[in-house]
């Protein structure tokens, strides 16, 4: 086995800690050709996968085109779901801790650059580089912290809404170690957008939720969403699999990384923030730089290479049948959401489900993006360079050594493995499974590459790059 210590693979199209469902089984239909035919498709789906209900919202810049419920909200009472639901978007909050940040930044009460220690010293982490690589407010928002995701005690700790995000950052502090340097590498970890809140509540002297509401939430035009637990006839039930045993309301401690309820019309609301480029009805909320900045990540490797794809300030880019999505996923026990959009198109989605179920979550992203993407054309594909002429030096077997958490590495190294080689002027790279995958990747600039999917439509843009750091970042 060649082993190639010096060089990191920034594997970036594999993000797999920012997937709701692992395995896809999507029923490909044909895309719907109006609203009442994809009614009908959704309404199949919720009933093949005994899925309650779902909210749902398709924006475009110059308003929503349609905005429902489908389903139950609860099955006991049977109440139906409408655009007024209230349902859990999960990870999805995240972006407000960003914006929240990005605001603060205007108003020069701090910088992305700002070292965390100097801003929130109280704040528990540990990181064997401070001193020349501090955590910085940048790094909270884009994950690469280094820092574990939430442990098992935070994740399953339910406290009621009084408790404050200090009490929570100090329930327990064990997954913020940095494993390697910040501002290096990505990896998903939950906490780091809520220190990034907490710095918040100290800035301003109020609590982050407040804020939220008074500076986002109101000016954006999301009336109901909150971060609280709602009256139970404004929210919907969250279910198991067979769509009828509940769960009860999870209050989860770290509320800025994922606890907002959010009903269909305000998240169409907010995507049509986007979709304007950080306008709601003629005012300038944000400027189009700082939205530009949201959704391109700056500081891993990568991204310091010149790579654009990846996780930004709480929004990342996803490709799909050939079109470069921005937004963000969430998932809770017994929900999944996604908010995607196409700032070019001018076009977005959004939708949440009242279950966790992996096939009806697959299946309706599926329909939405077909039929937004119905009568629109693909971008342009990047013409097909050259291998890079150090490209040899590049071909061996690597492992996954970014874990979401230490105590997951040596999985991590026995199932993460890869095998990149060279043939006919493309990149393959092979993993072991069931047999052996396959991934090719045709050369775009330098060492930044392209996907080029077996019977689907190839990406757009780069999604890997080969990196090999300096003497002194390399370990």
Request: net charge negative; proline share 7%.
């Amino acid at each position: 086995m060649k082993w190639l210590i010096p060089v990191v693979l920034a594997l970036i199209s594999v993000l797999t800690p920012i997937c709701v469902a692992a395995d896809k089984q999507e029923e490909k239909l044909k895309p719907a050709q109006s609203i009442a035919e994809l009614q009908q498709q959704l309404e199949k789906i919720l009933k093949d996968t005994h899925t309650p209900g779902v909210s749902v919202a398709i924006v475009h810049r110059d308003g929503p085109e349609w905005i429902a419920g489908l389903g139950k909200a609860d099955v006991a009472s049977g109440r139906a779901a409408t655009a007024d639901t209230l349902f859990r978007i999960g990870s999805v909050s995240k972006a407000f801790a960003s914006l929240s940040i990005l605001m603060l930044v205007d108003q020069g009460k701090l910088s992305l650059e700002d070292p965390v220690h100097k801003l929130a010293p109280e704040v528990w982490f540990e990181n064997p580089w401070e001193a020349t690589d501090p955590v910085r407010v940048v790094h909270l928002l884009e994950h690469t912290t280094g820092w574990d995701d939430m442990h098992f005690r935070e994740v399953a700790k339910d406290w009621p809404g009084t408790m404050g995000l200090r009490e929570a950052l100090d329930y327990d502090h064990h997954s913020r170690i940095s494993s390697w340097r910040p501002g290096t590498r990505f990896w998903y970890c939950s906490s780091g957008p809520t220190v990034a809140a907490y710095i918040v509540e100290k800035i301003t002297c109020q609590r982050f939720e407040d804020f939220v509401e008074q500076n986002l939430f109101r000016p954006i035009g999301m009336k109901s969403a909150t971060y609280f637990k709602p009256a139970d006839t404004a929210i919907t039930t969250l279910y198991h699999d067979d769509g009828k045993t509940p769960y009860p309301y999870w209050n989860i401690i770290c509320r800025p990384a994922g606890a907002i309820n959010a009903s269909a019309k305000d998240m169409a609301a907010y995507l049509q923030f986007y979709l304007n480029r950080g306008a709601v009805n003629g005012k300038q909320l944000f400027s189009v730089t700082e939205i530009d900045r949201m959704e391109i990540p700056a500081t891993t490797w990568a991204a310091k290479d010149g790579m654009k794809y990846g996780y930004g300030l709480g929004n990342y880019w996803t490709v799909e049948d050939g079109f470069v999505y921005h937004g963000h996923v969430g998932s809770v026990i017994g929900g999944s959401s996604e908010l995607e959009y196409l700032p070019d198109y001018g076009v977005g989605y959004f939708f949440s489900l009242n279950s966790g179920n992996g096939d009806a979550y697959d299946r309706s992203g599926q329909a939405i993006r077909d039929y937004i993407t119905r009568n629109l054309q693909r971008p342009t594909l990047p013409p097909v360079a050259s291998l890079p002429p150090q490209s040899a030096e590049y071909a061996g077997w690597y492992e996954l050594d970014t874990p979401r958490g230490e105590v997951m590495h040596f999985l991590f190294r026995l199932g993460g493995m890869g095998w990149i080689r060279f043939k006919d002027g493309k990149l393959i790279f092979s993993a072991p499974g069931v047999g052996m995958w396959n991934d090719t990747f045709v050369p775009v600039m330098g060492t930044q590459f392209r996907h080029v999917k077996k019977d689907e439509f190839p990406d757009p843009v780069p999604t890997l790059v080969l990196l090999t750091p300096n003497e002194a970042t390399a370990y």
